[in-house]
């Protein structure tokens, strides 16, 4: 079973990213996904489901404590074997959990289509990644009626610490974003569009709390906490 989490997000000036960043080195490393590549980061792409009212973008902007958004995302750049993950982000007060699921990204509209798990959803495990959460992705998606709305892509810098829990700090850069209509939308970059063009999001992900270098450093930077969430930010730029 995935565990909740805290999850607090800031509004970070591109021009005090890489001060930042040096400083968040002397304590952490990046993680084993974006130390594969030579820029330290790589690409989130999710394509984000909403009912026909938006419901989740609604309950986001109401402030509704109990709550759950839809995505289906993949990383980096089309390859044969890129991966696919149908997830729901649920938030409960101020803890979230993601549950999750793994198929290959060109079978997608396969599946929702045909909804032979079975056949498609792949025996993965850990991290929130389990198969029968398919089940409940399908379950939500047929009682909501949800459907695409918007493709959402920037570039993640992420970083972990040894030794105290699971303290997860990302810098998400670039932030752009596309209606779409179909499921596996995942790789249209011809017609994004910047959502945000002097600021990047940086995130701090944990269970058992902060350490005080951390703290130091976000109130040395002077970032407030704010209630950011790229799908409605995304939906809002597209609005206009």
Known sequence: MPYPK???KYLLPVADVETLR???????????????????????????LDSPRLSAYREKIEGVRHRRKYRIRVYNDAVDSSSAFLEIKEKQGTYLTKYRSCLSAA???????????????????GDGIRPENA????????????????????????????????LR?????????????????????????????????????????????????????????LALSKYTLSLDAHAH
């Open 6 to 8: 805290l999850e607090y």
């Open 22 to 48: 040096n400083r968040m080195l002397l304590h952490m490393q990046a993680d084993r996904y974006a130390a594969r590549s030579p820029e330290l980061q790589y690409t989130v792409r999710s394509v984000y």
């Open 107 to 125: 079978a997608v509209e396969t599946l929702v289509g045909d909804r032979d798990l079975h056949r498609h959803v792949r025996q993965v495990h």
């Open 135 to 166: 089940t409940m992705f399908f379950h939500d998606y047929d009682r909501k009626a949800l459907r695409p709305v918007v493709l959402v892509v920037y570039e993640r810098e992420a970083y972990t610490v040894n030794g105290f829990g699971d």
């Open 169 to 225: 700090v990302t810098i998400d850069k670039n932030l752009r974003a596309t209606r779409v209509s179909m499921h596996d939308a995942f790789w249209r970059d011809s017609d994004l569009l910047p959502v945000m063009r002097q600021h990047y999001i940086l995130e701090v992900k944990f269970t058992r709390g902060v350490p005080s270098w951390l703290r130091r450093l976000l109130y040395h930077h002077a970032l407030r906490r």
